[in-house]
């Protein structure tokens, strides 16, 4: 994907012309991709990679990303690992490495300290997706990222702090209420 191995999925690595470009779900054997790619003894991975940005002040804390793939893929968001799944268990995978025998279905993957990924304006997620075997009769990749809204205020105390279902104009107080019937 690059001359530096883990260059490509970085921010500001530039796209040569050899890049192609195509509709998720990418993959082959299984009808039900988008763009089909003619993979089976040629070749054993691919590389993906989606730019998207981010407003500012809008980088969320949290994220979920969802993975369809047969049969495994390890996921970088600007340059960062979040997610190997049905992989080799470490290290950057080589350009032909293979994935973990695993039918298709879409896992979910949380992703708690997005703040600590994500910046504002372009961002990067890159996957290197890997096939079973060279001569592997299907394949298939597709991912979504999407936010997670942030936790409900907790209903536990917070000794020192500003109560957490404290409201700007809270209604009258009352106290030292009796109920005789």
């Known amino acids: 994907a690059s001359s530096l191995r883990g260059a490509w999925r970085q921010r500001d690595f530039v796209e040569d012309g050899t890049w ?5 779900p ?10 089909v790619i003619n993979m089976q003894n040629l070749f054993s991975t691919v590389y993906l990679r ?4 981010v407003g500012a002040g809008q980088i969320p804390s949290q994220l979920l990303l ?7 893929a390890v996921v970088w968001i600007n340059g960062i690992e979040v997610t190997r ?5 470490s290290g950057d995978p080589a ?4 994935g973990v025998n695993h039918e298709a279905t879409w896992d979910e993957v949380p992703i708690p ?3 600590d990924i994500l910046v ?5 997620i890159a996957i290197h997706a890997l096939n079973a075997t060279l001569n592997s009769s299907d394949f298939s990749i597709d991912a979504e990222l999407r936010t997670i809204p942030a936790p409900a205020p907790s209903s536990r105390p917070t000794p020192g702090q500003a109560n957490s279902a404290r409201v700007a104009n809270a209604p009258p107080q009352i106290r030292q209420v009796d109920h005789a019937p």
């Open 95 to 98: 350009y032909n490495d293979v």
């Open 26 to 35: 990418i993959g082959f054997g299984d009808d039900d991709d988008n763009t």
């Open 113 to 115: 300290n997005a703040a």
């Open 120 to 124: 504002e304006g372009l961002n990067i």
């Open 20 to 24: 192609r470009t195509g509709q998720t």
């Open 50 to 53: 989606h730019e998207f940005t």
């Open 85 to 89: 799944g049905y992989a080799p268990l």
């Open 66 to 72: 969802r993975i369809y793939v047969d049969d495994g």
